[in-house]
């Protein structure tokens, strides 16, 4: 029983590239599955632009290249090209590391900032460790969890 | 044990006075300290803090690096309910006479919380008040206090002359009548026109060590501010009505913004101890006073009457008309006064007897209030310093609750790449004007380069549809 192309596993599309298109020859369809594998998040439209400037042009159209990666199951979800990694985009461009949608007291958060800064818990912090340490040697027997 | 404090240090903040609200409120501490607490661990925290007397342990910690003049003290009392019989004290901001507690705190000329002890109600501040300077003294080098009318007295002057400090205080209205009490000569002119004088009392006072101060102005009463030998050395007279001014907003306003926003009034700690009861033993001293004269008045009634029998007998014996008349006269209005004399020294006894065996009243232990004050006293000296990094950038003047308003209390969102955190702030429901002072303060605070783990920290607005 012949297989459809959209049932054809990544493999066999692979092994028969000739049966993608009509117009594409196996070692041009063979050069956009490793383009698409080496970078599968890659825009169709950036993609062309490589074919482009290749010494012999492929003659591919967008939508035929879309479908192709459709078959091949290295198509983008809908919508705009997402950053390295599927991050969110930042006016940087730098990766997301944390996100709080919603946070409360937002200026407590910019004071506690500040304030670790200014390493204004550390003397405290420093003090407490000494009591701690006066209080174990002077009662050795009790059980202390600070 | 660093994040478990801040969750302390930021927890009124958040709007969390008691431990409990832990469990209840939602709250950021997760976000802010990296976990979330219930109230059950803090308030073992608190406990073990309790333990290693960590209270002793903190108190340098409020005290900066630099060395300030003047040290404005003044105790505040906190109101406390419980079944137990205990000491009770005027809660001023109650009106009421209850059970509490009397904070004793110190602050210096910037507003900078110094010092914190804790002492039951009904011991009066002026009892206390010399050990507490000498300790505070002790403990960051400053020896001019500034105290209220609490401790306006000659004795209290000496005491504080004794220890080598120096008090600047008022004089309560009946002391004096205006400027004819003093030997006074005009030492300047306030910014409103009100002349100022100096010098000591008018009739010599060689037991009064205090010099005087005397305000003047053309409409009101005069107001004389007096200090020890000591404050004039290091004052300026023509600056002692501005120092004491300064008293209202360094404490009385600062023991409002720490009820406010640092949880001052909130009782933590239940542990109690047993100790004699001191208003049982003050009403038996005054009643034993008082049973004392009454026996000896008692006494010299007797004594009285005994004369008068006497010259009764007399006067009878030799055949007096007239004066026997005037001596039976005189020994029955003494008798009536000997049984107004015996009725009253019964009367006292009476209620002598009243006051039974002695007894006991409940006291606070004060170990876990007098941790979370000084928790509360490093918060606000905490704000007080970003208050004043803040306008120093800023070309505004904004109040610290205006900011606790606008800024601390909002909510938002927070975003962190591996090379920034970026902070947005709410704007919804604000009016136009606070939108534009927040706007200013954002702007303000890009400019403090403020930093998240060694990332610039940047903050953004955001306007949310209703």
């Known amino acids: 029983m012949p297989l459809t192309p959209s049932k054809r596993t990544l493999a066999e599309a692979v092994c028969l590239p000739g049966d993608a298109g009509r117009k594409l020859g196996e070692g041009e369809t063979a050069l956009l599955w490793q383009w698409l594998h080496e970078d599968p998040a890659c825009p169709s439209r950036v993609l062309l632009a490589k ?64 304030l670790d800064h200014q ?28 | 044990m660093r994040r478990r404090w801040q969750a302390l240090f930021f927890a009124p903040l958040l709007g969390i006075d008691t431990l409990t609200a832990c469990d209840t409120h939602e709250h950021p501490l997760q976000t802010l300290v990296g976990r979330g607490y219930q109230s059950s661990t803090l308030r073992q925290f608190l406990g073990q803090l309790e333990r290693i007397d960590a209270a002793t342990a903190l108190m340098p910690a409020l005290v900066p690096p630099q060395e300030g003049q003047v040290t404005y003290v003044d105790g505040h009392m906190i109101a406390y309910w419980s079944r137990l019989s205990m000491h009770k004290g005027k809660i001023t901001m109650l009106g009421r006479i209850m059970a509490g507690s009397q904070a004793v705190i110190a602050h210096n000329e910037a507003g900078h919380g110094l010092f914190v002890a804790y002492h039951p109600p009904d011991i009066h501040l002026s009892h206390i ?16 206090f500034v105290i209220d009318r609490a401790v306006n007295s000659v004795a209290m002057a000496c005491a504080f002359a004794k220890q080598g400090l120096g008090l600047l205080c008022m004089l309560d209205d009946n002391e004096h009548a205006g400027l004819a009490s003093f030997a006074a000569t005009e030492v300047g002119t306030l910014e409103d026109g009100t002349k100022v004088y100096s010098g000591p009392w008018q009739a010599p006072r060689p037991e009064d060590p205090r010099h005087f101060v005397i305000v003047e102005p053309a409409e009101g009463k005069t107001l004389v501010y007096w200090g020890t ?48 009861d001191r208003h049982q033993q003050r009403a038996r001293e005054k009643l034993t006073q008082a049973l004392e004269a009454a026996q000896k008045r008692v006494d010299k009634k007797a004594e009285v009457v005994k004369a008068y029998q006497d010259k009764v007998v007399e006067s009878a014996s030799r055949g007096h008309g ?14 009536k006064e000997l049984t107004d004399a015996q009725h009253q020294h019964a009367k ?44 120093g950038v800023l070309n505004i003047q904004v109040s610290l609750d205006c900011i606790l308003k606008v800024l601390f209390e909002r909510s938002g969102a927070r975003m962190e790449t591996d090379s920034q955190v970026i902070y947005w702030v709410n704007t919804t429901g604000l009016s136009v004007a606070y939108r534009r002072r927040l706007t200013k303060v954002v702007d303000g605070l890009g400019t403090m380069d403020l930093l998240h783990q060694g990332k610039p920290l940047y903050v953004r607005l955001k306007a949310l549809s209703p």
């Not at chain 1, 390493?119 to 340490?133: D, K, N, T, W, Y």
Request: with cysteine.
């Open chain 1, 51 to 114: 074919v482009a400037q290749t010494q012999s042009p492929i003659a591919v159209s967008i939508r035929h290249l879309n479908r192709l990666r459709v078959k091949w199951k290295l198509n983008r979800r809908k919508g705009r090209p997402r950053q390295a990694g599927g991050s969110r985009p930042v006016s940087s461009g730098a990766e997301v590391v944390a996100l709080t949608p919603h946070l409360a007291c937002v200026g407590v958060h910019l004071f506690a900032d500040w």
């Open chain 1, 119 to 146: 390493e204004s818990f550390a003397p405290v912090v420093a003090r407490l460790i000494q009591a701690i340490q006066a209080y174990k040697s002077a009662h050795p027997d009790d059980d202390f969890a600070l």
């Open chain 2, 129 to 144: 008040i010399v050990d507490y300077c000498y300790k505070v003294s002790t403990a960051t080098g400053s020896s001019l």
């Open chain 2, 229 to 276: 030998p000591k404050v004039k050395e290091a004052l300026e007279t023509t600056e002692w009505p501005r120092v004491y001014r300064e008293r209202s907003e360094r404490q009385e306003n600062g023991f409002k913004r720490m009820i406010d926003h640092g949880a001052l009034n909130t009782n933590y700690g239940r542990k109690k101890i047993m100790a004699p």
């Open chain 2, 322 to 335: 007239k004066r026997l008349e005037q001596r039976q006269r005189a020994l029955v209005i003494g008798a």
């Open chain 2, 348 to 391: 006292l006894a009476e209620h002598a007897s009243a006051l039974g065996p002695s007894r006991e009243r409940a006291e606070r232990d004060f170990r876990k209030q007098t941790i979370m004050t000084l928790r509360t006293l490093l918060l606000e000296n905490a704000l007080t310093s970003f208050m004043a990094v803040l306008l």
